[in-house]
């Protein structure tokens, strides 16, 4: 591993970044604000009407190799994106503003890689309030660990990739069915 003074140069060019980051693209953005969410935690919202095709923000992060990405996914680290054939990245910093955009399975962006850079991009026209959302994209393996609450009407109740939704409807009304005053309004229940 790297010696003490890579480590401090390293420490230094990420605070570097950090600043950077929260000069440029967090304080400065002018498509988002991030407040509380009904959805998760805090969020990002339009602060203006954001035109569909937009590049509104950078994910930025961390590039790590493959193997380390692994650690990482099993240390419970969501926030890592597939870059290419050799690396990802990890979006769990402070100086990613992107982090707080919540899935949605209803989203009105998506995550793009555009020559070797994540861009969240606007699906359709956005507007004032409305909370910026895109597909995590998460496999469906122990997609029963990732329940979702985006309130969308067609939510399928896990963060899933869209690929998966079938698959995750299939198996969900294949499970016993709780009582319904419980859950009344699991969208695999209204399937026909
Ligand atoms: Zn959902």
């Known amino acids: 591993m790297a010696a003490g003074n890579r480590q401090t140069s390293k420490r230094k060019s990420e605070t570097a970044a950090a600043e950077a980051a929260r000069g440029t693209r967090a304080s400065e953005s002018p498509w988002f604000e991030i407040r509380p969410s009904n959805i998760h935690g805090l969020g990002a919202f339009a602060s203006r009407t954001i035109p569909a095709g937009t590049r509104i923000v950078e994910y930025l992060g961390e590039i790590i190799s493959k193997e380390e990405s692994r650690r990482r996914l099993q240390a419970q680290n ?3 994106f597939d870059l290419d054939e050799t690396h990802d990245l990890d979006g769990n910093v402070e100086w990613n503003p992107a982090r707080f955009i919540n899935h949605s399975c209803s989203p009105n962006c998506e995550a793009q890689n555009i020559e070797g850079r994540i861009w969240i991009v606007a699906t359709r026209k956005i507007p ?20 979702c609450r985006c309130g969308s009407p067609n939510c399928v109740g896990y963060i899933v990739a869209e690929e998966y939704f079938e698959e ?8 016993a069915r709780p009582p319904d005053e419980e859950r009344p309004s699991e969208p695999f229940q209204r399937r026909p």
Request: no cysteine; proline share 6%.
């Open 78 to 80: 969501h926030f890592i």
């Open 128 to 147: 004032p309030g409305e909370e910026l959302t895109f597909n995590y994209g998460y496999d469906i393996k122990d997609y029963q660990d990732y329940p």
């Open 168 to 175: 995750v409807r299939r198996r969900e009304s294949r499970r």
